[in-house]
């Protein structure tokens, strides 16, 4: 057999008589008298191969083995193709069946999203997520290529850790019994654990980066996060990949720029390298939804944020406009904003992004009570310097700050927030020893890809979700 050449670089090639053979898994088959039909596609690319084969080279038997989802490898020529969908094919002359299929459950018809996650093993072979998930690598590709070339150090900080990094205490507990420990007393004693503490799956790398940039200047972290919370939304998941940059001496206006620049520099790296896939995208979304969509199509809005300097508010103003907002001609909020220092719902983000300034929306200086205990608190002894970028039809995206570099607010901020010093004593040193202003963001790489792709659910962008009560595979 001649060597396998990936569909990818077969559909590139002209056509030529050189014999070649292609691996896949088929999408389609469709027989006639004197020609057999295939769509195979092996995860290379978004478009499939098709191959033509005549009955009388294949037994009976083989024929009717052959169906979707079933391996084969085909060995056979490219020639210049005459339907419309592709300027190629593969004559093939001779196929092996390297897994038949029988009984396979995704048959070649559109099926619902809320379907595949009940076969979240098999969602790979479809077009939609072979889309996403080259897409979610593109991005994660990106992201490390952005950092690389502004000289950051990518940080491996700890999954099981002690600390609570945002005080809010959505944490997953650890638990394994010390299996040098005598007692019986088992997991529920911390002094019997493992770590002889309480341990927790980390819901952010932050202060383990604060640490870092001390000595190293500007670092990032990226890695999954996990957060116990218990929220079934379409844009909460209990395991999530967060980016996390950190940078010594940037101030909350360096983190902005910092965060609208990685934003626009991962929109090029998808415009540039995932065009088929988008297309695809943009095309199942128009197919998919019977009445006009209030989004402009999939490109067109990626193309937009590209292009388009995101606005910048405070949260007071915020709160002007959503209180102005009310009643809209949208109807009302389910929950109203009634005074300054409530906090923002999603769907108050997204009336300021999809409505009011219908652009992406920097939203700052948010009430210190709303917000975790190592935010810079500024002059006004009410807000603090922190950031949310919020983005349509997604809302939060990014949420960072500046950093309380000031021992005294600091530990001020944890003992109103009720957050043990002896804990973080070790962060405590930061500001110990030589302490400097320094900011840094965090990104949901899921919710990017929320933006990205145009899917609705935050289940449909990671391979496989955690969210509450779901586990299997
Ligand atoms: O706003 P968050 O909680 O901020 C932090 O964790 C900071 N330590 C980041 C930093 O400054 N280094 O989370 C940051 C981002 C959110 O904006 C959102 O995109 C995402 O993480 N996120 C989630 N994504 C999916 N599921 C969840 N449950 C998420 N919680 C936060
Ligand atoms: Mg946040």
Redesign the pocket.
């Known amino acids: 057999m001649a060597s396998r050449i990936k569909i990818k670089k077969l559909l590139q090639s002209p056509p030529n008589s050189e014999t070649v053979t292609a691996k896949g898994w088929i999408r389609t088959k469709r027989v006639s008298k004197q020609t057999v039909f295939l769509t195979i596609n092996d995860g290379s690319c978004q478009q499939d191969l098709q191959v033509v084969l005549s009955p009388a080279q294949l037994p009976e038997n083989l024929l009717n083995q052959i169906g979707t989802g079933a391996s084969v490898a085909i060995t056979g020529f490219m020639v210049a193709s005459m339907g419309e969908k592709q300027n190629v094919e593969l004559h093939g002359q001779q196929m092996v069946v390297l897994g038949d299929a029988p009984k396979y459950p995704l048959q070649p018809k559109a099926h619902s999203l809320e379907f595949l996650r009940t076969l979240l093993h098999l969602r790979f072979r479809t077009r939609t997520f072979g889309a996403i998930f080259r897409i979610r690598h593109v991005i994660s590709y990106a992201i490390h290529r952005f950092f690389h070339e502004r000289g950051f150090i990518y940080l491996h900080t700890p999954i099981i850790t002690a600390a609570d ?2 005080g ?1 205490g959505a944490l997953f507990q650890v638990t394994s019994p010390n299996p040098t420990a005598q007692a019986a007393a088992g997991p529920s004693d911390p002094t019997e654990a493992f770590f002889k503490e309480i341990a927790h799956l980390t ?4 202060l383990a ?1 604060e640490a870092a940039v001390m000595g190293l200047h500007s670092v990032y972290t990226f890695g999954p ?1 996990f ?1 116990a ?1 218990n ?1 079934n939304t379409s ?4 395991e ?1 990949w ?1 980016v ?1 940059p ?1 940078v010594a001496f940037n101030d909350l206006d360096d983190t902005i720029a910092l965060a609208e620049e990685l934003v626009k520099a991962l929109l090029d790296a998808l415009l540039a390298n995932c065009s088929e896939e988008l297309k695809w995208l943009e095309q199942r979304t128009i197919r998919n939804i019977n009445e006009p969509s209030p989004q402009l199509p999939l490109l067109e809005r990626l193309t937009f944020v590209r292009e388009t300097p995101f606005t910048r508010i405070t949260y007071t103003e915020a709160i002007d406009i959503l209180m102005d907002a009310l009643p809209n001609k949208n109807g009302t909020f389910a929950y109203p904003i009634k005074s300054w220092g409530s906090d923002l719902q999603s769907e108050h983000e997204r009336y300021l992004v999809e409505q009011h300034f219908q652009r992406p929306v920097i939203v700052t200086d948010y009430p210190k009570g709303l917000k ?1 205990f190592y935010m810079r608190q500024n002059d006004d002894n009410k807000t603090v310097a922190a950031m ?1 970028l919020l983005f349509p039809g997604v809302g ?6 500046q950093r309380e570099e000031r021992m005294d607010y600091l530990t001020a901020a944890m003992q109103r927030m009720h957050i043990s010093l002896a804990d973080l004593n070790w962060y405590l040193d930061t500001r110990r020893f030589g302490t400097i202003p320094h900011s ?5 790489l ?3 890809m929320l933006f990205a792709t145009g899917m609705e659910n ?1 289940r449909d962008v990671i391979p496989f979700p955690r969210t509450p009560g779901h586990i299997a595979c």
């Not at 819901?203 to 932050?206: A, I, K, L």
């Not at 844009?235 to 209990?238: G, S, T």
């Open positions: 990094a945002e809010a819901v952010s790398g932050q980066a996060t957060r919370e929220s844009r909460h998941l209990a999530f967060m996390e950190e975790a949310d939060e995206i990014i949420g960072g700050s840094g963001f965090g990104m949901g899921e919710r990017f935050i």
